[in-house]
């Protein structure tokens, strides 16, 4: 039997295509999950990547590299497409890959990129988001998965540490 493609999400590749065109990005998501001590199953591989006319020119490298096209349509990618996109979710050869930029302090690119860890992923060295940084991401954003993310590092880490969110946590 022969499968067209990989059957699950390929970090390694990823890891190894975004570092190979100088992408800057931090690991976030499930596989940032894994990295801080709850394995679990997951679906595609997520990158925090900065805004700017740099970060657009890298990010449009890397796309053309993993060969991604929109994942929603399959659309091939312009700089009118990455220019302007808070999140951008693409098929590649290494699965799907969500593309994500903007927010506020403590969940923007340069402080999620401060505090990140770097981590040996398939031989390449790349920043994962640390655990006060996937603590953010999952509290902003209440879904049932990250509901059950906190609890287990949390079970796993004793106390998470909680940085104020704008609009979450506004008294």
């Known amino acids: 039997m022969s499968l067209a493609g990989p059957s699950g999400p390929d970090l390694a590749g990823v890891v190894r295509d975004a570092n190979a065109v100088s992408l800057p990005y931090v ?14 199953a997951t ?16 990010v449009l ?25 808070e999140h951008l979710r693409v098929a590649t050869r290494h699965g799907i890959v969500d593309l994500m930029r903007g927010g506020l302090p403590p969940l923007d690119y340069e402080t999620v990129a401060r505090y990140a860890v770097a981590t040996e992923v398939g031989g390449e060295v790349a920043p994962v988001a640390a655990l006060r940084s996937i603590v953010g991401f999952k509290r902003l954003a209440r879904r049932p998965r990250d509901k059950t993310d906190l609890e287990e590092l949390e079970s796993f880490h004793g106390k998470l540490p909680i940085d104020p969110i704008p609009g979450l946590d506004d008294v």
Do not use: C, M, Q
Request: charged letters at 25%; aromatic letters at 8%; proline letters at 2%.
């Open 27 to 40: 690991v976030v998501g499930g596989f940032s999950v894994i990295a801080n001590g709850y394995v679990r």
């Open 61 to 85: 490298r890397f796309i053309g590299v993993v060969e991604a096209t929109r994942a929603y349509d399959g659309k091939s990618l312009t700089s009118d497409d990455v220019g302007g996109e």
């Open 43 to 58: 679906k595609d591989s997520d990158l925090l990547v900065p805004d700017g006319a740099d970060a657009n020119e890298a």
